[in-house]
């Protein structure tokens, strides 16, 4: 397993000035979610591609809301919505 690490891509984090603006454009004030959780989503979003594999349950809902969420390859895409509108 630990010679798999090096197969891993690298991501740039985001500021917390990206985190907020993306805090803002997403409204997403109001919802329980940590700040290292919204700025490992905002990270993930700008790396085309990129998907989050959690077992950590609200992140993993974020991460399916914003469509980065871990999918097999055998699994269909979904997709969900937050404030009624998507995303």
Not at 11 to 16: I, M
Not at 18 to 43: D, P, W, Y
Request: one cysteine or more; aromatic letters at 8%.
């Amino acid at each position: 397993m630990l010679n798999t690490i090096g197969l891993l891509l690298p991501y740039n984090q985001a500021s917390q000035i990206e985190a907020r603006a993306f805090i803002e454009r997403k409204r997403l004030c109001g919802l329980v979610c940590r700040l290292e959780n919204i700025m490992l989503l905002a990270s993930i979003r700008v790396k085309p591609g990129a998907q989050l594999w959690r077992l950590d349950k609200p992140l993993a809902s974020l991460a399916q809301h914003f469509d980065v969420a871990y999918r097999p390859l055998s699994q269909p895409g979904y997709f969900t919505t937050l404030h009624g509108t998507r995303l």
